[in-house]
């Protein structure tokens, strides 16, 4: 089977995103990028019982490898992000409830927490375009740029990192600015964190990760 770890890593990705309420039925897809190929979840098919060998394995040119479904409707949006970012190993889609509910309500989400900076700031919103598009791919890459995540307009989010478990953690902490965003707002004018800030703590999270690696080594 090939990249059988990788469609492992997506089977479990996605199992963990439906216990956290994250994809439901079979919305959202999640894939895996190694060498020349890419694992990604299949299209239209229930992932209750997703087994690793349901994952689509595909070339850069799309066509598939190993697998016998379809893969993902958002196909076109994947390898358009693999294509324009090189540092991009893996890229989860999700329809969950408040980022989506933010995508239909802003253009930007802005900086409503410090941690906002490990998804590289406030996070554009990408304009609505019919789902599994060319043009909804184009969108989705040019508002990713200097981020690692972005919402989609009436549809949805997307964040990426350079493996599977860095890219699920964003969709989680994405979702949870989401919700924080919408319950702050909902309770009265929320305080916003200013560029000048952010980039403060970006250092500041380098500084950290340099200090937990010295003691790693």
């Known amino acids: 089977m090939k990249l059988k770890n990788e469609r492992e890593k997506i089977?479990?990705?996605?199992?963990?995103m439906q216990e956290m309420g994250l994809v439901i039925n079979t919305s959202?897809?999640?894939?895996?990028?190694?060498?020349?190929?890419?694992?990604i979840s299949p299209s239209g098919v229930s992932y209750?019982?997703?087994?690793?060998?349901?994952?689509?394995?595909?070339?850069?040119?799309?066509?598939?490898?190993e697998g016998d479904l379809l893969p993902s409707s958002e196909t076109n949006l994947h390898i358009s992000i693999y294509d324009k970012y090189s540092?991009?190993?893996?890229?989860?889609?999700?329809?969950?409830?408040?980022?989506?509910?933010?995508?239909?309500?802003?253009?930007?989400?802005?900086?409503?927490?410090?941690?906002?900076?490990?998804?590289?700031?406030?996070?554009?919103?990408?304009p609505y375009e019919t789902f599994?598009?060319?043009?909804?791919?184009?969108?989705?890459?040019?508002?990713?740029?200097?981020?690692k995540a972005v919402l989609m307009k009436n549809h949805g989010a997307v964040t990426v990192g350079s493996d599977i478990e860095k890219s699920a953690s964003r969709a989680i902490l994405l979702e949870w600015l989401c919700s924080l965003y919408l319950l702050s707002k909902n309770s009265g004018n929320p305080?916003?964190?200013?560029?000048?800030?952010?980039?403060?703590?970006k250092r500041q999270m380098g500084n950290f990760k340099n200090l937990r690696n010295s003691f790693l080594n």
């Open 87 to 126: 540092d991009v190993s893996a890229i989860v889609h999700t329809h969950s409830l408040y980022a989506t509910s933010v995508s239909t309500l802003l253009e930007e989400l802005p900086a409503i927490h410090y941690q906002i900076a490990d998804l590289g700031g406030p996070i554009k919103v990408a």
């Open 132 to 147: 599994g598009t060319e043009a909804l791919a184009i969108e989705v890459e040019k508002n990713l740029k200097g981020r």
């Open 48 to 65: 209750d019982n997703l087994k690793s060998k349901d994952i689509v394995v595909l070339d850069k040119d799309k066509k598939i490898i």
């Open 11 to 16: 089977v479990f990705e996605i199992k963990r």
């Open 28 to 39: 959202g897809n999640i894939s895996i990028k190694k060498d020349e190929l890419i694992a």
């Open 191 to 201: 305080a916003i964190i200013d560029d000048k800030e952010i980039e403060n703590v």
